[in-house]
């Protein structure tokens, strides 16, 4: 389906734009708070990538890629964030940093951890980075990875360990599961768990029982029903509350009360564009 963008979004896309570009440092690398944060690599790779969604220039685009180059590489995070910001610069990956991140695939830590849970991420957060910057760099993946997410899969469709489903967990499961090119065809019990948390007055919350929907959750919701080839059931009123979580300096909130980050911002935009504004 595709919803005719309001008049508003040429101004809108103007204001995220200035947000994001406003919040670039003297080094080159970007802070989503302005003046008062040292530049990082997420906040780089989420500038970059809200640039790149919005068909923006980079602004000292060398800048940037030396900030980049001088990142340590000590976690599957900043290795994540890193390469992928150097992908979207147009750069080439060094050979240094794909021995690191061959002996990340040899070492299998990037199966993540089944203990770790936070409302914002998920104990298959690593295994999913891990198989993007794989799937990027046409590395292989050992084939024993989606049997153990598939391991992970509840009565309920969704996915978490100790046989509490929750969206994020889900979302990066069948991400993942979607990059190993594993078929998705059964999962029908799956798009069943998304849509209990799926709201009608807009937006997905982390499980069923939720009331209140928030930003990740809902970007993590319309990005699974779509790898499954579903579509939201309510679109307008999801695109009204995203608009609700803009704040007055461009960037987005987790909610409509919160401060505006470049990862809020990014997943605002991915869900607008997929709804069918932008």
């Not at 992928?84 to 750069?91: H, N, Q, V």
């Not at 991420?121 to 024993?144: P, Q």
């Not at 994020?168 to 993942?176: C, M, P, R």
Request: a positive charge; hydrophobic letters at 35%.
């Amino acid at each position: 389906m595709f919803i005719e963008a309001k008049p508003r979004n040429h101004t809108m896309k103007s204001k995220i734009i200035n947000y994001v570009v406003n919040r670039q440092n003297d080094d080159g690398g970007y802070a989503f708070c302005q003046g008062s944060l040292e530049s990082n690599a997420q906040d780089t790779y989420y500038g970059l990538a809200i640039l790149n969604a919005l068909n923006a220039k980079f602004p000292n685009p060398e800048r940037t890629e030396q900030f980049l180059k001088e990142n340590r590489l000590n976690s599957i995070y900043s290795i994540y964030y890193v390469t992928k910001a150097l992908l979207i610069l147009g750069k080439d990956i060094t050979p240094a940093l794909k021995n690191q991140i061959r002996s990340l695939f040899d070492s299998r830590q990037y199966f993540g951890s089944t203990n770790f849970f936070s409302e914002v991420s998920s104990e298959f957060t690593t295994t999913y980075m891990a198989i993007e910057v794989a799937t990027l760099l046409k590395m292989n993946v050992n084939s024993e990875v989606a049997e153990w997410l598939l391991r992970f899969r509840n009565k309920d469709g969704g996915f978490g360990t100790d046989g509490r489903s929750n969206i994020n967990s889900t979302y990066y499961a069948v991400a993942s599961l979607a990059l190993l090119k594993k078929s998705l065809n059964g999962l029908h019990e799956t798009v069943k768990f998304l849509r209990q948390c799926e709201k009608p007055y807009g937006g997905f919350t982390v499980i069923p029982i939720n009331s209140t929907p928030y930003m990740e959750h809902t970007f993590y919701g319309i990005m699974s029903l779509d790898l499954l080839n579903e579509k939201s059931r309510y679109p307008f009123q999801t695109i009204e509350w995203v608009w609700r979580c803009q704040n007055k300096n461009g960037g987005f909130a987790r909610s409509d009360l919160g401060i505006s980050t470049f990862a809020d911002t990014y997943n605002a935009i991915k869900i607008l564009q997929k709804l069918g504004q932008f």
